[in-house]
């Protein structure tokens, strides 16, 4: 234990310093989105010729999926995963696309990963993702698992210039717009076969699509769309004494007040982007006091005899959502370079590679790294790793 908090302070140190060396901001993290893909690929991939994995390691025939919220397909033993683990694999790889611009990932997305994609590919109208392979009965279909599709085709396009990129973003707009009705005045569902409640998973996330449609197309309706969305969220789901983003809203008005790092992570993304393309100032007013406040709630900033170290340990919470609320961090950087949050982000990630693997080669999802992980691992969360290694990579 003395030596892992020897380790933590010098990195805490190093940063804080400006003495971290170029292959640490760059190549290095690089490098270790590149192992943990191919570590994913080794423990989780289906030799099959479908392109898919197992929701964990060790697969387990028996798991649930509880983030369905009670959906058909929750309870049943599942050969694969589902469409939101899948997904991280998307995001991973065309992270690194962005960051390194090596054709391999490039050709790896186009081989391996979109082919795989398209096991959940449904055909009811309008198209979309569904949340299980479309060989197996029907399944729900999630507006939030199909936005975080979108914004990677998007960001796809962006990058590549490719058409094919933009009208399949398109086309899952098709469907996420679908989901939205007059009904609390605004707002998107969570789920199309359940419309009880809307949530800030899939209507932060929303704007962010949006906007980066309007960056790709130049369509003032997509950044129109974007700012009601934006201000329907911010009425509806912000808790105005902390600026933090609540879960979701059900039509009977009942607001769940839960907090995940990757609502308020969303929804500081979208601040900061509205600012970048609208030069409005309360935009980054907004999303700097969401970006203040998520260092205080999402992070443990207090130092205690146990954990002496000298920056903001992350909070135990799903990879996947930290990774996302990484994005957000990113954003506002780009935005108003203050280096005080990425950098915290840093120290975490050079912790973890250090002191959260396991065996095989496995993060567990303790950022302080004093509990021992569990023996099994969610798909989702090594992705989320990998991803958030690519996208720092990308900081110099």
Known sequence: MKMKKTVAIGIALLLATGL????????MNQER????????????????????????????DTYS????????NEKKSNPYSYLWPFSGSLSAYVALLETSNHQKF????????????????????????????????????????????????????????????????????????????????????????????KNTCSNA?????LLKLYQATQSKAFLTKAVDLYSWTKKNLQDPSDKLYWDNISLEGKVQKAKYPYNTGQMIQAGALLYKLTKQKQFL??????????????FSVNQTESQPVAYPVLRKSDNWFIAIMLRGYIELYHQDNNPQYVNAFKANLDHAWTFMRDQHGLF?????????????????????????????AAIK
């Not at 590149?34 to 060790?58: C, M, N, Q, W």
């Not at 960001?155 to 717009?177: C, M, P, R, S």
């Open 20 to 27: 971290y060396a170029q292959k640490s901001k760059g190549s």
């Open 33 to 60: 989105a590149e192992e943990s893909l191919a570590t994913i690929e080794k423990r989780y991939g289906v030799s099959d010729g479908t392109h898919l994995f197992r929701e964990t390691f060790p697969y387990d």
């Open 65 to 72: 999926a509880t983030y369905l919220g009670g959906g058909d």
């Open 106 to 197: 490039k050709k790896h997305i186009d081989q391996q990963v979109l082919p795989g994609l398209e096991n959940y590919y449904d055909q009811r109208t309008p198209v979309a993702y569904a949340s299980y392979v479309n060989s197996a009965p029907e399944s729900d279909r999630f507006y939030d698992d199909n936005i975080w599709l979108g914004i990677d085709f998007v960001d796809l396009y962006l990058h590549t210039k490719e058409q094919a990129y933009l009208d399949k973003a398109k086309e899952i707009w098709t469907f996420v717009e679908s989901g939205m009705d007059n009904k609390l005045g605004g707002g998107i569902y969570w789920c199309e076969q359940r419309k009880e409640s």
């Open 205 to 209: 996330p929303a704007v962010v699509y």
């Open 285 to 298: 007013v907004d999303a700097q006091e969401s970006a203040k406040a998520g260092l205080s709630y999402f």
């Open 364 to 392: 567990g999802k303790d950022w302080s790294a004093e509990k021992a992980s569990a023996d099994k691992k969610w798909l989702l969360d090594q992705f989320a790793i990998a991803e958030m290694f690519a996208r720092l």
